[in-house]
Structures are given as C-alpha cells and as structure tokens.
C-alpha cells in the first residue's frame, strides 16, 4: 500500500517520500499500523507514504476501518502490490481499490474476495445472501468513486475470480504496474488526482525516502496473530492452568498459563478458527492431565491424543488454506501427546501384571518366620512386623511360613517346606 503526498497551488510539501510495508492478515495490527502511517505521512507533509501490501486477506472489520482511514486522508494514497509473488486477496482486494492510486508488481495477482464465515461452520442461506449482498454493494462503491472496473469488482466478490498485474492493468483493476518501488516514483511522478475537491498533482521525482517502521509493539502483537504461535500459545495456556488445578500452590504454571491462553485467544479472534477443533483440543490435553490421577489404563489418553490431533486438524477453516498451521509445528505436539499415551499405557499394563503389594492382598504369599511354634496357632514375624497366626499344620520354631490369607488382624499361613513338597 502506498501513500502519496502531492504538491498542489495552495500549498507546496517538504520532498519525502514515506514508506511502510505491511505483509499478513488484514487484522486490528494492520488497521492500527495503516492509521500511524497515515497520521505520521501528514505530519510530516509527505509526498509519499508508500506502504506496500502483500495479504492474503483477513478480518472484515479490519478491512473496513482500513477503508475508512484511505477514504478519509489528506494525503494521496497509492496500494503497491508487491514485492514479485505476492497478492491483494480477500480484503485486499478492497484496500488495493479504495486507494487513490493502485499499483501492482510484476508477478502479483489481486482477487478472491468473497466473504466467507470465520467461525469454521456454513451460514444459512438467508445470512449468506446478506453477507454477500453487502461486500457486493461496498466494493461496488469503492470501485465507482475511484473509477475502477466495477464489474470486475462484483465478480471478485461473487465469483472470487481473480487477475494478475498485467491482466489487472489491462481490465482497469490497477493503474500501474511498477517493477519496484523506485520505477513506482518515477511513474507517481507528474500524476494527477482528485483529493476532495481539489485537484491534486504528485511530484515523487528525486524525493528523501523515509521508511515507517512498524515498531516493537506491533510486531509482537503481528507475531502472536500467527496461527502457529497461537497454537502452541493454547497448548502452553491450557496444560500450565490444569497444571496448576493439579497443585495449587504452584502459581508459575498459573501464571505462565493464564498470560499464555490469554495472548492464544487474542490472537484465535484475529484468524478463521474452527471452535469445534478448538474444544477438541484443549478436551484432548484435558483428558491426558486427568490420565495422570485417573485410573483409566490408557482410555483417557488414548481419547485425549485422538482429540489433540482431531483438534489441531480441525482448529483452522478449511477455507483458508493459507492460515493453516504448519506441520513442523504440529508433528512435535503429536509426538510429545503420543509419547506420553505410550508411557502412560505402559504403566499402566505394568501396574495390571503387578502383584499388589499393599493392604490385605498384598500380605498374600509373602514368607516369614515363625516367632513361636504354631500347633496351630502362635506368633509369626513378618516385614519386621509380629503377627498372630494360625497355620495349617504343626510348625516349630525358628521355620519359614508362607501367608495364604488374612482373617482380620490374624494371619492364615503354611509351612514353606510342605509346599516345597507338595509341588
């Protein structure tokens, strides 16, 4: 995107160019960052503010507070399509033609533009055709103030057809094309324009060029809109807050989870999450925390690795293919998730094999020695312990004994040597 400070006869602005570039999701940082470029750009009586775009769309409201920040400057402002390879899809397509002037790069295409639901699931037909109806009439409006084909226009949002630059200057989409921001200039340069009601005539020939950088704060906030941050952001939230739950007390997985999900659902409402995959996934992270307390023997985390990887598969709309998650980021969750099932079933069959070793049941078949002759009753001495006994046949003093039950606090055993024998 590009924004243009002309000279005209009633005032004549500083040489300087401004740029900005902006590259992601048409989200509140992109609104935001438009609206300090444009500000800064007047201040300082640019020429040019020249913020080049490359989205592959994003949020409505967004797009239209952007909208909004074109139409209402005092200064030109130029879209510059760029760099090689790089697109105006979605929304925009609509800030490519609110601009005063639109230029593309060579290689860059611009369309695409019907809306879709952001939630993940199908509108009805009525809101569909509402939905549609009114993206149709804003583009229509944008395109015949700026006098851009609005035919073209309507099928972008309709038919999301889209052009390339060539195909875009030839079908008067754009009005340029520039191979760089410099040939971009050299074209701006003797351009005339309306801006309200006076004419307007750009001098960008041999001008300063000051870049208008995003700064810290956005581009962390810009980070976090990545859905790839974000899921490992929910992942973190969710395990550090169950964690916590588990031991309270603890306070730094509280902590670290509650700023964690916190930034996750900043930036879940920027992007076209799916919240049944939502729900999915942090179910499946739920069921394997409660796999460590539950005994389940494996149920729990088997269905809690099923619904992290139903979740994350299912946690961006399909729609847009762009903001998927990447599988570098997902393939280390399942391994961990399935990992930990493994171990978890592991101890738990190791646990079901087990002889118990605690209680009534775990006094059976331990061996002792008799502390007195047992005929039949006496005393035995068992895991430093001294038991009352009753045992099945005469044993004398001194010989080992085997339990073979418990009656209340009086042990049942048998001499060791008679079993010996009886095998």
């Known amino acids: 995107m590009l924004l243009c400070v002309a000279s005209n006869v009633v005032q ?16 509140p940082v992109a609104a935001e960052y438009l609206h300090n470029a444009i500000a800064y750009a007047e201040q300082e009586q640019a020429h ?4 080049q775009l490359d989205t592959p769309g994003g949020l409505d409201t967004s797009m239209r507070s952007m909208v909004k920040d074109i139409t209402g400057s005092r200064i030109p402002i130029v879209v510059y399509v760029s760099p090689t390879g790089g697109r105006a899809a979605s929304a925009g397509v609509f800030l490519t033609l609110a601009a005063h ?10 369309g695409a533009a019907h809306p879709v639901a952001m ?6 037909e009525v809101m569909k055709a ?10 229509h409006s944008i395109a015949e103030r700026r006098g851009r084909n609005i035919e073209w226009a309507e099928r972008a949002v309709k038919k999301s057809v889209s052009a390339t630059s060539t195909q875009a200057k030839e ?49 962390t906030m810009q980070a976090i809109s990545d859905p790839n941050i974000a899921y490992v952001l929910m992942t973190i939230g969710t395990v550090g807050l169950i964690a916590e739950l588990y031991s309270p007390g603890a306070i730094l997985p509280g902590v670290v989870g509650a700023i964690s999900l916190i930034l996750a659902f900043y930036s879940l409402q920027t992007l076209p999450v799916n919240y049944a995959g939502a729900l999915l996934f942090i179910l499946g992270i739920v069921m394997l925390m409660l796999e460590m307390t539950v005994t389940s023997y494996g149920v729990l985390a088997l269905g809690g690795t099923t619904a992290m990887i139903l979740g994350s598969l299912f946690l961006i709309n399909r729609d847009f293919p762009y903001y998927q998650i990447s599988w570098s980021v997902m393939l280390p969750v399942f391994t961990l998730a399935i990992i930990v099932t493994w171990l978890v079933i592991q101890f738990g069959v190791q646990a079901l094999r087990t002889r118990t070793r605690t209680g009534n049941e775990g006094m059976v078949g331990v061996v002792g ?7 039949p009753q006496g005393k035995i001495f068992v895991q430093g312990e001294i038991w009352n006994a009753v045992s099945t ?20 055993v048998k001499p060791v040597e008679s079993q010996k024998e009886s095998r």
């Open 12 to 27: 004549a602005a500083p040489s300087l160019v401004v740029t900005a570039t902006y590259e992601g999701i048409i989200n």
């Open 369 to 375: 020695l008799a502390k007195t002759d047992l005929d």
């Open 393 to 412: 046949s005469p044993v004398p003093e001194g010989q080992p004994i085997q339990i073979t039950h418990l009656d209340g606090l009086t042990a049942h």
């Open 119 to 124: 939630g993940g699931g199908e509108m009805d």
């Open 171 to 219: 079908l008067d989409v754009i009005d340029l094309v520039a191979s760089d921001l410099d040939d971009l200039l050299a074209q701006l340069d003797g351009w005339e324009l309306a801006l309200g009601e006076y004419p307007v005539t750009l001098q960008t020939q041999n001008t300063r060029v000051r870049d208008f950088p995003m700064g810290w704060r956005l581009e």
């Open 48 to 51: 040019c503010l020249v913020l």
């Open 130 to 139: 509402k939905v549609e109806n009114d993206a149709v009439a804003y583009v």
């Open 101 to 110: 002037v639109a230029a593309m790069a060579p290689g860059t295409n611009i």
